[in-house]
């Protein structure tokens, strides 16, 4: 995939990870990018084109796939924590985090993937998670949502490679930005995020580990349960 000159649409990009997205597709020669939030209004970033999206709402998915009909890339970045368990949490926030992070990079995929076609099939990167892969108490929601992005973004990898879409996932641990503040571990800069997704979309990467405490997990998915959650919960 070419950064230098295409068209990007990057989703929830007012702050954190999905600000350097659109910092560093601009600092790489992108053409134009669609600096994308729920108002349209709360990114200012030079060189930037804001567009107004609130993935949850289909109208809004349509009218900006409208407006981006250019687009080249779909850099699939906003997402929602509600921090709670299954079984006890408010169910309308364990609904809440599976309608943004599945429903809502869902909806954005297949109002995108028409317009990518058009424009030679391009690219689609999903961020996800390390929790992708594993659950924590306090966040079963999240972690459930985020499996089941894992596995759309396998499953709309196969259905638009006949277009010649190629999609990327994107796994990651806890990030400095203000969706992990309440976090106290380790924390990745948000900018070295983006640097390796770019760099792995570049290459041709079909995923981007991008942290060892990710690539650890995934690793340990091909042992017994038993002996991961239980280090877990010693640690």
Same mark, same amino acid.
């Given at each position: 995939?070419?950064?230098? #000159?295409?068209?990007?649409?990057?989703?929830?990009?007012?702050? #954190?990870?999905?600000?350097?997205?659109?910092?560093?597709?601009?600092?790489?020669?992108?053409?134009?990018?669609?600096?994308?939030?729920?108002?349209?209004?709360?990114?200012?970033?030079?060189?930037?084109?804001?567009?107004?999206?609130?993935?949850?709402?289909?109208?809004?998915?349509?009218?900006?796939?409208?407006?981006?009909?250019?687009?080249?890339? %779909?850099?699939?970045?906003?997402?929602?924590?509600?921090?709670?368990?299954?079984?006890?949490?408010?169910?309308?926030?364990?609904?809440?985090?599976?309608?943004?992070?599945?429903? #809502?990079?869902? *909806?954005?995929?297949?109002? /995108?993937?028409?317009?990518?076609?058009?424009?030679?099939?391009?690219?689609?990167?999903?961020?996800? *998670?390390?929790?992708?892969? /594993?659950?924590? @108490?306090?966040?079963?929601?999240?972690?459930?949502?985020?499996?089941?992005?894992?596995?759309?973004?396998?499953?709309?990898? %196969?259905?638009?490679?006949?277009?010649?879409?190629?999609?990327?996932? =994107?796994? =990651?641990?806890?990030?400095?930005?203000?969706?992990?503040?309440?976090?106290?571990? @380790?924390?990745?800069?948000?900018?070295?995020?983006?640097?390796?997704?770019?760099?792995?979309?570049?290459?041709?990467?079909?995923?981007?580990?991008?942290?060892?405490?990710?690539?650890?997990?995934?690793?340990? %998915?091909?042992?017994?349960?038993?002996?991961?959650?239980?280090?877990?919960?010693?640690?």
């Amino acid at each position: 995939m070419q950064i230098q #000159g295409s068209i990007a649409v990057v989703t929830g990009s007012n702050r #954190g990870i999905g600000r350097q997205y659109v910092t560093q597709l601009l600092e790489r020669g992108a053409a134009k990018v669609y600096a994308t939030s729920r108002s349209g209004q709360s990114v200012d970033l030079p060189g930037a084109v804001p567009l107004p999206l609130d993935i949850t709402d289909p109208g809004s998915v349509r009218a900006a796939a409208e407006v981006a009909a250019d687009a080249s890339v %779909l850099i699939n970045n906003a997402g929602a924590d509600s921090h709670v368990d299954l079984v006890t949490g408010d169910l309308d926030a364990v609904r809440r985090d599976m309608e943004v992070n599945y429903f #809502g990079t869902l *909806s954005v995929v297949r109002a /995108f993937a028409p317009v990518l076609a058009r424009n030679g099939g391009g690219a689609i990167v999903n961020v996800l *998670s390390a929790l992708s892969w /594993f659950s924590w @108490p306090g966040e079963g929601a999240y972690a459930a949502a985020k499996a089941a992005a894992w596995s759309l973004t396998n499953s709309v990898r %196969l259905e638009l490679a006949g277009q010649g879409t190629h999609v990327t996932g =994107v796994h =990651v641990g806890a990030v400095d930005t203000d969706f992990s503040a309440n976090y106290d571990g @380790p924390k990745i800069d948000p900018a070295d995020v983006v640097r390796a997704t770019l760099d792995g979309l570049a290459a041709g990467a079909l995923e981007v580990v991008v942290d060892k405490w990710s690539a650890d997990i995934k690793a340990a %998915l091909a042992h017994d349960p038993r002996d991961f959650y239980s280090q877990l919960a010693a640690a």
